[in-house]
């Protein structure tokens, strides 16, 4: 079984804090990460996406892969209280385009 | 422009009865996926249409559940002799094309008493 592993939290920062979330993978063959934010009882929104070892940067948002740790990284700066949601890893499954594994999710509260 | 959209956004349904779950992609969208989410859980994938064929249906659970995309457009899920634990959310998505983000609908909301 393919996993995508999340801390699911819940996460907790003042705001203005950066907020770190992170997520590890198990397939080897997954080449694409994914990070959406989905509100309660809304559907996900993706915030950003990486396919190559290192940062990528945009706007508040850095997201960093390490293909030799299967490790995913979303850091959110100067956090405000509208990023309260729960954040999604996904990554490419088995190296197909379009099929997604994601992971469970990590809530993340901004406090004022 | 309008996104994804999805009915009925809810459905309650007795064990044992039959549902339908409408998807209609962003206009233009050749690729379509079903997934379906359980509480505190992630999005699971179901199944993929490429245009009007099933390119990949291996998330399908078992064979109660079927997908349809007739025209390359409108989808629908189809779930049969419906168990409980069918309870969850049904989230659609679309995309351009492959390697294209995919984009979600608002889900509809499937329980089963």
């Known amino acids: 079984q393919k996993e995508v592993e999340q801390n699911s939290g819940p996460l907790s920062v003042p705001e203005g804090a950066i907020a770190s979330l992170n997520c590890t993978y198990s397939d080897r063959g997954s080449q694409s990460f994914f990070w959406y934010r989905q509100y309660s009882g809304k559907s996900p929104e993706l915030i950003m996406f990486i396919y190559s070892n290192g940062d990528k940067e945009d706007g508040r948002f850095t997201a960093q892969l390490n293909k030799a740790s299967q490790y995913v990284s979303l850091l959110i700066r100067d956090s405000q209280p509208s990023d309260s949601a729960t954040y999604l890893c996904a990554g490419n499954s088995g190296g197909s385009n379009y099929k997604l594994t994601f992971g469970k999710g990590t809530l993340l509260t901004v406090n004022p | 422009g309008a996104g994804v959209s999805q009915t009925p956004s809810n459905k309650v349904t007795e064990k044992g009865k039959y549902v339908e779950l409408r998807c209609d992609p962003i206009s233009g969208h050749t690729a379509l996926y079903w997934y379906r989410q359980s509480l505190g859980q992630g999005p699971e994938f179901l199944i993929y249409f490429q245009g009007t064929g099933a390119a990949d249906d291996s998330g399908l659970p078992n064979d109660r559940f079927f997908a349809v995309r007739p025209e390359g457009s409108v989808s629908t899920l189809k779930i049969q002799r419906t168990e409980r634990g069918d309870s969850a959310v049904y989230l659609c998505?679309?995309?351009?094309?492959?390697?294209?983000?995919?984009?979600f609908g608002p889900g509809t909301r499937l329980t089963v008493l």
């Open positions: 998505a679309s995309s351009l094309g492959l390697n294209n983000e995919q984009f």
